[in-house]
């Protein structure tokens, strides 16, 4: 399964995880046998039919300098892997979409984490748009353009993506086969499910950790058989395809 977190902080808040909650996760998964592994490894393992149950990925949208300054030490003492995507013309910004108030990570602290084993850059489109409502043409332009300033700017080799928003309705067949054609090895979506498979790869499910998720509420995400979101889910879903439909 793939985790997904936004930003850390001191106190739950919008898209916030407390720093506090973060190391109970992050130490539930240790002590309940979990192998946190990184996007390469993870996408390998679903081509090759090999992912085990108990594997899990972290994962980082906007790259907020909370990732640096409280995600990394943490990840970094207990040597797990994280990747980290970014909305390359919000670096060094803040997360304008919404409301603005979270700082996001800058160029050179950017190149300073980018050499860390633990972690890898992935992007995360450039404008933090709607990619469903841009034209093919642009679609392949800036999905190109996100990875070659990455890569270009920090010396790393992006291979994975993550479409802002996240929904069926923010990206289609398009967008998936606009940023396979750019080159990456993966895209991430926000559509809430523990499962993936080799065919997923260009719209991988994950499970969103959340403001309210204690260790009860991030316990029964992670391991509970049969979660509400997950139902939630595949009726936002179907209506959705309705929608389309009318």
Request: charged share 20%; hydrophobic share 40%.
């Amino acid at each position: 399964m793939i985790l997904m977190y936004h930003n850390l902080g001191d106190v739950p808040a919008f898209n916030t995880v407390s720093a506090a909650n973060f190391v109970r996760q992050i130490t539930w998964l240790k002590n309940n046998g979990y192998q946190v592994i990184g996007m390469d490894e993870y996408v390998e393992a679903l081509k090759s039919r090999k992912l085990l149950h108990k594997q899990v990925a972290i994962t980082f949208d906007d790259a907020y300098v909370s990732f640096q300054e409280i995600a990394l030490p943490i990840l970094r003492s207990h040597q797990y892997p994280a990747t980290v995507y970014v909305p390359t013309n919000f670096v060094g910004k803040s997360n304008v979409w919404d409301d603005g108030a979270i700082p996001i990570i800058d160029w050179a602290a950017l190149k300073a984490i980018a050499v860390h084993p633990e972690v890898s850059i992935g992007s995360h489109g450039m404008a933090h748009r709607h990619m469903r409502t841009l034209s093919l043409e642009t679609l392949a332009q800036k999905a190109t353009e996100s990875k070659a300033i990455l890569e270009q700017a920090l010396g790393v080799h992006v291979r994975h993506f993550s479409y802002p928003y996240g929904q069926l309705r923010d990206f289609d067949a398009r967008c998936m086969h606009a940023v396979q054609a750019a080159g990456y090895d993966s895209a991430c979506s926000t559509i809430w499910s523990r499962r993936n498979a080799a065919s997923d790869l260009f719209a991988l499910h994950r499970i969103e950790i959340e403001p309210q998720d204690d260790i009860q509420r991030f316990s029964a995400k992670i391991s509970r058989p049969f979660h509400p979101k997950y139902f939630r889910q595949l009726a936002k879903n179907l209506l959705y395809r309705l929608h389309l439909r009318r």
